[in-house]
């Protein structure tokens, strides 16, 4: 199913919704904006929750979703939509519920991060974080409508912009084209810039999907560009996801490098692109350590990452080009020389 879009300035009637509306979404949005905290009102059916990975932890499922079939007993099965407000871990989570509440109600999407207007709301992937390791179970769930409300997005602390431009630079090197053309000559990433290159964005998303929707053909996979580390930085280094994807896909690009897979003259082009200034600053540096102890942690990591193909090895994505990226099965052995490849290069840099 395709997701159809609403590009807004401000917040949607609830009537525009559906008649019968259960609203998920991130509290801190209420406590953020009067504006916001009067909108939600006009709801009859809430349910305020922590964004973050605990909230996407099955553990605490069974106590949420006891409470959302309580509010939502007398709502129609046929009628009721869910209206996920948030940022990715809200979407994913309130996807997930959607996909089984009364076996499956209409989902409505309006992220609140840039990352999850630009990636995470799109495609129609839901999931529960099991233990430590990410998003071990969910569904294919795509919402019927995503709203995309500018007043919403804006109102970030601009520091976010940093994290959603990790997935803008992640798909603008997976189309090529014009958003990597476009994209590359920006030298600071503002909440301005994101919000002019999202439909661009979310598009050059919907294409790949498009071609695998239930990642059965592995295409899909090419949306894991920057992904496999970088999901190793996000759970070691305790730092935000967009940011690790940063991180993440600078690995990728190094190592596209090593593996001549990339030509050292597309490198240095790529390299020398305004926006790759942004993408290298703050440095990874203090990210990753050879140390044994972390080595090993990196292992388990990547082991319990769900691009695992057979035993010790992953589906790593490679970048020979803007608009040609290479899918190649790698062990897990070969990504962690890699990581203290360039550990010791930086060293030597820095
Ligand atoms: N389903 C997918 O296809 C997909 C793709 C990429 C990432 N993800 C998932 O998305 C999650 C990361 O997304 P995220 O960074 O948006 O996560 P998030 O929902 O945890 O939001 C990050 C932080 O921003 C805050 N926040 C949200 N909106 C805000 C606003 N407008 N103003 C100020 N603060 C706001 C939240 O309270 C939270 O503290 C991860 O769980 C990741 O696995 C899913």
């Excluded at 905290?37 to 809430?46: D, N, V």
């Excluded at 390791?133 to 109102?155: D, M, S």
């Excluded at 439909?199 to 919907?206: D, G, L, P, Q, S």
């Excluded at 994807?245 to 390299?271: P, R, T």
Aim: hydrophobic letters at 40%; charged letters at 25%.
């Amino acid at each position: 199913m395709k997701s159809s879009l609403v590009f807004a300035h401000n917040f949607p009637k609830a009537k525009d919704i559906g008649d019968e509306v259960l609203v998920i979404y991130d509290q801190i949005l209420a406590k953020r904006s009067k504006d916001f905290q009067k909108w939600i009102q006009s709801f009859p059916l809430s349910y305020p929750v922590s964004a973050g990975e605990e909230l996407k932890s099955v553990a605490a499922f069974p106590k949420h979703i006891s409470s959302i079939v309580k509010i939502c007993e007398n709502a129609s099965s046929r009628k009721l939509k869910v209206l996920a407000i948030g940022g990715g871990s809200v979407g994913d989570f309130a996807g997930f519920v959607a996909s089984i509440l009364k076996r499956g109600v209409g989902l409505v999407h309006m992220p609140s991060t840039w990352l999850a207007a630009i990636d995470s709301a799109h495609g129609g992937k839901t999931a529960l974080n099991v233990g430590g390791a990410k998003n071990q179970i969910g569904t294919f769930y795509p919402a019927e409508k995503i709203f995309l409300v500018k007043k919403l997005l804006l109102a970030q602390p601009a520091v976010r912009s940093f994290e959603g431009f990790g997935e803008l630079l992640k798909i603008s090197i997976i189309q090529g084209g014009v958003l990597w053309k476009q994209l590359s000559q920006n030298r600071e990433i503002t909440h301005d810039v994101l919000w002019k290159h999202l439909k661009a964005a979310i598009e050059a998303k919907n294409r790949v999907v498009q071609k695998d929707p239930e990642e059965k053909s592995g295409h899909r996979h090419l949306l894991n560009l920057g992904h496999t580390v970088g999901h190793v930085f996000e759970a070691d280094g305790q730092i935000p996801h967009g940011v690790a994807i940063n991180y993440g896909l600078s690995f990728a690009l190094q190592w596209s490098l090593e593996k001549k897979i990339m030509s050292q003259s597309v490198y240095n082009k790529m390299m020398s692109a305004a926006v790759m200034g942004y993408l290298l600053s703050p440095h990874r540096d203090q990210l990753i350590s050879t140390s044994p102890s972390k080595i090993k942690k990196y292992r388990s990591l990547l082991l319990s990452d769900k691009k695992k193909t057979q035993t010790e090895t992953v589906r790593f994505i490679f970048v020979k080009a803007p608009g040609q990226c290479v899918i190649q099965e790698v062990g897990v052995d070969d990504i962690l020389n890699e990581m203290c490849r360039q550990a010791e290069e930086e060293d030597i840099d820095g």
